[in-house]
């Protein structure tokens, strides 16, 4: 990378494994691919390393304000001794820093731009679904192969269905059996949001949007972790984005009304209630026991009897 000596490294995350790297000018943050799923593969970590670069690729082709690729190894030919990844840090500020030091009207301004960043994302379109790799998947998955939810309806359901049968011990005998009864039907209510294939990040969360302030005023200059990045249906990224935004900013701010604005429309609210209702119990507990409060039941109840989106992301 053409760096001097006295480089300060500092630890940001585990599993994956992130460091940031300062110099005198710049920071960067190099990535390696250690979560439980790859096992002991470590070389077969090199196409998470392809697969990242090249949905960033994608999105700048498409006009998109991405992360700055610095470098890249595919082979354990090096003194980490596994593929990895190096970006230049994004300029500006997390979305939800932004938004606590804003003022009202850049509070709308923040998430009008978030929400347009996503809709330009979500239009890129793909003739199947799958990962992300090079131009895009070029044929339909393997049937008999692991396929992630997001790449089609039935995926779903079945995956709805499973986290259900695991949380049944937790709920009552009537909310298991409304559930029961709308994921029964999920496949075919989703269909429609899956076809054709858009890019969808997946694993989304709003503070992986940073935005800074430029001549114009507030831009997007990138989005962080496209580990998971698909041709697939756009419903998982605003359900993950609304998770968390519902979590850290009270339904009395109306957040999603700016969101949505900058998204270009109103997502079907039956739809994406439907999915939220789908995602497993770490999409809600993972921001802490002060964020979405209450128990499996409590939680799945709130969001089951929820007609409106102020009732939805009320937490």
Known sequence: ?????????????QHNHVWKLMDRQDVYFLKVYTKSWYGDDVAGTAFCVKHEQDAYTCLAAYGLTTPEVVLTEFGMDNPLGRPFMVTRKLEGEPLRTCL????????????????????????????????????????????NSWQHPSWSAKKTQQGALATLEADRPRLSVELAAQLHKLFSNMSEALAEAFQPP????????????????VEAGWSVTGCLDMEVASAGCYLYDLAGFSIEMAAF???????????????????????????????????????GETRWIGTRQEILSRLLAASNWYELFTT
């Open 100 to 143: 606590t030091m804003a003022n009202p009207a850049q509070f709308q301004t923040l998430l009008e731009k978030t929400g347009d960043y996503m809709r330009r994302m979500h239009a890129i379109p793909f003739a199947f679904p799958g990962y992300i790799v090079d131009d895009g998947p070029t044929a339909p998955p393997d049937e």
């Open 1 to 13: 990378m053409g760096l001097n000596a006295g480089i300060e490294v500092t630890q940001v995350t």
């Open 249 to 287: 900013f009270p339904a009395s701010t109306r957040w999603w009304q700016s969101f949505f604005r900058g998204y270009g429309r109103e997502p079907d609210f039956n739809l994406l209630k439907l999915l939220m209702l789908s995602f497993h119990e770490i999409a809600f507990k993972i921001y």
């Open 198 to 213: 858009h890019f969808v990040q997946v694993n989304c969360h709003a503070n992986q949007y940073y935005l800074a302030q």
